[in-house]
């Protein structure tokens, strides 16, 4: 196969980073480096990968703690929701109170809806999934049939809507409109916790059935 992802359990919350690698040429997309910039990139020094963008599902703090260090180190060019720039630059928004800290990012490509971002040679679709925040996505890799999803979708669950720009009637509906009409094989890579498929959740997720 071209294409292999890897994944990274970083920071206090358990956040999952995901490594997007193209197995010819060592490029990397990395989804949501949570926390420990320096871990991830000592992790690609190791293993021979070349960074090549830094995607984010979303800005709150579990998210994107690991970005400044990779972005001090690499110069790589950070892509978010054009609707979660201002969460994400706002400490008052982004929940990082919650751990006692200040964090502000500035995003450098600013997406939306259905864009297809062609980075380390894969085919990255934008689904916008708003709900856990209000310019929350998710990126649907054909390539490896899988989807990456933040917070919107969990194995079993589906992510809190109690923090700024949440809303829980958002998050189903998105879930129902843009992750739901996957085809059912298609593995979900949710923010936090284990891996699972969209048919599994369609058929045994009780908040969105």
């Excluded at 984010?56 to 180190?73: C, E, N, Q, R, Y």
């Excluded at 929350?136 to 720009?165: K, M, N, Q, W």
Aim: proline letters at 4%; hydrophobic letters at 40%.
């Amino acid at each position: 196969m071209k294409f292999e992802m890897q994944s990274m359990v970083l920071g206090m919350v358990g956040t999952n980073c995901y490594l997007l690698i193209n197995t010819q040429t060592r490029e990397t997309v990395i989804f949501d480096p949570g926390d420990e910039g320096e871990r991830i990139a000592r992790y690609m020094e190791r293993e021979g990968l070349k960074p090549a963008a830094i995607l984010l599902t979303h800005g709150h703090f579990d998210h994107i703690m690991g970005v400044p260090a990779l972005v001090s180190k690499y110069g790589l060019p950070v892509y978010v929701h054009e609707e979660e720039a201002a969460l994400m630059a706002d400490p008052a928004q982004n929940a990082c109170a919650m751990i006692g800290a200040s964090v502000s990012l500035k995003a450098d490509r600013l997406i939306k809806d259905n864009d297809v971002l062609t980075l380390a040679g894969a085919a990255i679709r934008v689904l916008y999934t708003p709900g856990h925040t209000k310019g929350g996505v998710s990126y649907y890799i054909e390539d490896i049939h899988a989807v990456v999803c933040g917070d919107t979708l969990f194995e079993g669950s589906v992510g809190r809507t109690d923090l700024p720009t949440g809303s829980m009637g958002t998050l189903i509906r998105s879930i129902r409109e843009k992750l739901f009409v996957l085809d059912d094989d298609v593995t979900v890579l949710p923010g936090h916790g284990g891996q699972t498929t969209i048919g599994w959740e369609k058929q045994h997720n009780p908040f969105v059935n």
